[in-house]
């Protein structure tokens, strides 16, 4: 057996290490195993990375190691790895090494309420890399309710972009041609999920009919339904009533939407869900209401995700009654920013494992957009900034707290989104064949946000002033280092389109649990 373990690790460095000839570094000495130390060949590609010294940390576990990066692809994962000339090696040591952040929520160049959010998809990447995010989610809007014209704009406004990113289709009407759109984007674009909002009522919102259908042609086609929950009639009601109050600034928008909207929405989307037995993934839960929905559903064994963002775990909604407009406008989101309370219970229901990973809901205004909602708070476009500050923030409320240890962090940042939208592990993990889409945490530096500093677009920042402990030195995207020594090294238009698959894990077992429940019938009766 011992022979054949040395045959096989001999194999594996010619593999991934062709050695050059008469190098001093001998196949043969290698060969007791793959976590022996190792040489690298001498090269002079650029595109080999040895990072050296670190902990290897994924969701299941960390450990000390090296790990060898060849042509954008992740090649070994071992101890002690020896390298000569020419591969460049990137000192670790005391630091975590990590799979990229994958956000699952984002909304760059997205035109909403008479404007356009000022991160594009060159802004927003940059930022996101600097951050350590190596993959985005974008949610890509119909053009007049068709789907295929509005998922070609938003493959064209990708164009510039410089990481890799994938999209969610939003719906927002129905009849046979959406029907037919969602077939041919899931079969032949590699969409595998279909937002619906529940809110914004007379311009993104669907009605209960029209969720209905929705969620059913998802299941039928393995594409995981997503909601933005809030009742869109009693919001429209509550905005009028707040209004006509005299409530006419940004705590209005809070005011005009309370978490028990969340909640019912939530409990509804939920409902119709079990009736059609098909899963369902809850977009930026904001509230204990909303929570306390999702954990009684998962707690009956419903396949429910639930995705708190960054600012909703960390924030309370105070600044929105700060007496400058300019400052109470940067907090204006939807659902809105809870009163304190909310985001403790969001973080304890994510180191629980009632929420599974954490998004940011990044669509940023900056403060003349902003503007445009002065006397008016219905009119203030709605979104915050988070692409580039979710990592540290999320590192600093969970980890640093002692809530979650750094595995759980990898878990909720990156894994669980690459396992929910079926690209793991080529995406979310630190083994051998997966991306090369790594970053590099020191512990133990300190880093303030701010927005001098950050690299989006957006003139303002809801975390400013915040001194993070814990900091991402290193980005490696598609197996090129992106960010170090605090700056940024991408490129405009080398982003990937990144095809999700259908049917991923979520769907295991449903066809079975429908054969169980028709066989629960006992109907039809046949009568005389």
């Not at 039928?220 to 429209?236: F, I, K, R, T, Y």
């Not at 690209?423 to 991306?435: C, E, F, T, W």
């Amino acid at each position: 057996m011992g022979g054949i373990l040395a045959l096989l690790a001999a194999l594996i460095v010619g593999t991934f290490f062709p050695m050059a000839h008469g190098s001093s570094c001998d196949a043969a000495a290698a060969a007791p195993g793959i976590y022996d130390a190792m040489c690298l060949a001498e090269t002079d590609d650029s595109s080999k990375i040895l990072i050296r010294g670190g902990t290897v940390v994924n969701a299941d576990r960390q450990f000390h190691a090296d790990v060898y990066i060849e042509d954008g692809i992740i090649k070994l994962v071992a101890p002690d790895l020896k390298v000569l000339d020419g591969v460049r090696v990137v000192d670790a040591t005391g630091k975590y090494v990590m799979p990229g952040g994958i956000d699952p929520h984002t909304h760059l160049a997205m035109p909403f309420m008479g404007q356009e959010t000022c991160d594009d998809f060159f802004s927003g990447q940059a930022a996101a890399l600097a951050g350590g995010t190596t993959m985005h989610i974008d949610f890509a809007l119909p053009i007049d309710g068709d789907l295929l014209k509005g998922f070609e704009s938003y493959r064209r406004k990708a164009e510039p972009s410089c990481m890799d990113y994938g999209f969610h289709m939003a719906v927002t009407t129905w009849n046979d041609k959406v029907a037919q759109d969602m077939e041919t984007l899931v079969k032949e674009h590699g969409i595998n999920s279909f937002k619906f909002f529940m809110a914004y009522k007379g311009s993104l919102m669907v009605t209960d009919e029209q969720l209905l259908q929705g969620f059913k042609t998802c299941k039928s086609l393995g594409a995981l339904p997503q909601v933005h929950a809030e009742n869109g009639d009693a919001v429209a009601e509550g905005q009028s009533r707040i209004y006509d109050l005299g409530i006419t600034g940004p705590e209005g928008h809070a005011l005009s939407r309370p978490s028990l909207l969340e909640g019912e929405a939530t409990a509804r989307a939920i409902r119709l869900a079990k009736f059609v037995n098909t899963p369902l993934y809850v977009v930026h839960v904001m509230s204990i209401d909303a929570l306390e929905e999702i954990a009684r559903a998962r707690q009956a064994g419903q396949r429910v995700i639930g995705e708190p963002v960054a600012s909703g775990l960390v924030l309370d909604d105070s600044k929105l009654w700060d007496p400058d407009f300019r400052v109470a406008a940067q907090y204006v989101m939807s659902p809105p920013i809870r009163p304190a309370g909310h985001n403790a219970a969001l973080q304890a229901a994510l180191s629980s494992g009632v929420l599974q990973l954490v998004g940011t809901d990044h669509c940023p205004f900056n403060s003349s957009q902003k503007a445009a909602g002065r006397g008016d708070f219905r009119k203030i476009p709605n979104g915050v900034n988070g692409i580039e500050e979710r990592m540290h923030i999320v590192w600093d409320a969970m980890v640093n707290s002692g809530k979650i240890s750094p595995s759980d962090y990898v878990r909720i940042s990156s894994t669980a989104c690459a396992q929910i939208f079926n690209v793991y592990p080529r995406k979310g993990a630190v083994l051998p064949g997966s991306d090369a889409d790594l970053i590099i945490l020191n512990p133990n530096k300190t880093t303030t946000i701010s927005a001098k500093a950050h690299h989006s677009n957006i003139d303002t920042n809801i975390y400013e002033g915040w001194q993070i402990k814990g900091n991402i030195e290193v980005t490696i995207s598609q197996g090129r280092i992106v960010w170090e020594n605090e700056r940024l090294n991408v490129a405009r238009g080398a982003g990937r389109y990144v095809k999700m698959a259908p049917f991923g894990q979520l769907f295991d077992g449903i066809v079975k649990a429908d054969i169980a429940y028709l066989s629960s019938l006992k109907a039809p009766v046949y009568r005389k």
